[in-house]
C-alpha cells in the first residue's frame, strides 16, 4: 500500500516564525503536491512538483517555497509565517496521474 | 485557464432519495477525471476515476459518474442515499500538459442526508 506521511499533524507557530512542512512517500512517485484546504474553499494547490529539483507554482504560491532534492521528499516552506497562513496542509503524491495517494494532513495554526 | 467548478457548495437532500451532484472544468488539453469523498474529521477517499474507455464509471458506495466531454462535466450521482453518505465530495482533474501533471480541485459540494 502507498503510503504518504507528513512530518506533524498539528503544529503552533508564531507570525514571521521560518516553517518547514515535510512529506514523504514510499512508491517511487514522480509527482507531488502541496494543498491547502479551508473550509469553503477547497483545496487549492499551492506548489506541485513532477520530477527531482522540478517545481511548478499552482494557484497560490504567494508566502511559500519548496524543495525537492529526493525523489520521495517534498518540502513546503513558509519563509515567514502569517496569520493567514493558519490552514490545512495536505501533501500528495502520484505515478502517472491516475491516482492521487494523500497523507493525514498537517494543522498548522499562526499565532 | 484550467479550472475546475462545483457548482453547489452545500446539497440537502433526504435518506434514500436520488442525488447529483455537478463538476465542470475548463481545459485545452486532455484530462483525467477524479471524485474524491471527505468524512468528518478523516482524510481524502478516492471514490472513482475516469481515465479513458466508456464514459460511465462506478465507483465505491454506489456511486457513479458520467464524463460528458462536449459539456466538459463529470457529474457524480447516486439513485438512494444513506445517512452515512453525509461526507464532503471533491471534484478533481489531472490536466495533462506538456511535460507535466497538474491535479486540481474543486471547491467542494457539502451532501447533507437527513432522515
Known amino acids: 500500500d502507498v503510503k504518504v506521511t507528513q512530518s506533524s499533524r498539528y503544529l503552533v507557530k508564531r507570525t514571521g516564525e521560518k516553517v518547514f512542512l515535510e512529506c514523504v512517500q514510499d512508491?517511487?512517485?514522480?509527482?507531488m503536491f502541496w494543498y491547502r484546504q479551508d473550509p469553503g474553499l477547497g483545496l487549492r494547490l499551492i506548489y506541485f512538483?513532477?520530477?527531482?529539483?522540478?517545481?511548478e507554482k499552482g494557484d497560490i504560491p504567494e508566502g511559500y517555497s519548496v524543495s525537492r532534492e529526493k525523489k520521495e521528499r517534498f518540502s513546503l516552506i513558509l519563509e515567514s509565517a502569517s496569520t493567514n497562513q493558519t490552514s490545512m496542509y495536505l501533501c500528495?503524491?502520484?505515478?502517472?496521474?491516475?491516482?492521487?495517494?494523500f497523507g493525514p494532513g498537517t494543522r498548522l495554526t499562526v499565532t | 485557464a484550467q479550472s475546475v467548478t462545483q457548482l453547489d457548495s452545500q446539497v440537502p437532500v433526504f435518506e434514500e432519495a436520488p442525488v447529483e451532484l455537478r463538476c465542470n472544468y475548463s481545459?485545452?488539453?486532455?484530462?483525467?477525471l477524479f471524485w474524491y469523498v471527505q468524512y468528518p474529521n478523516q482524510g481524502l477517499q478516492l471514490l472513482l476515476k475516469?481515465?479513458?474507455?466508456?464514459?460511465l464509471v462506478k465507483g465505491i458506495n454506489g456511486f457513479e459518474a458520467e464524463f460528458n466531454k462536449s459539456q466538459t462535466s463529470f457529474h457524480l450521482r447516486k439513485p438512494s442515499v444513506h445517512i452515512s453518505d453525509t461526507a464532503e465530495y471533491f471534484c478533481?482533474?489531472?490536466?495533462?500538459?506538456?511535460?507535466?501533471?497538474?491535479?486540481?480541485f474543486g471547491t467542494g459540494t457539502r451532501l447533507l442526508v437527513s432522515p
Open positions: 500528495a503524491s502520484s505515478l502517472d496521474s491516475q491516482k492521487g495517494y
Open positions: 512508491m517511487d512517485h514522480e509527482n
Open positions: 512538483s513532477y520530477d527531482v529539483k522540478m517545481k
Open positions: 481545459s485545452s488539453v486532455s484530462v483525467y
Open positions: 475516469y481515465l479513458s474507455g466508456s464514459t
Open positions: 478533481a482533474v489531472t490536466f495533462m500538459n506538456t511535460g507535466f501533471q497538474k491535479l486540481v
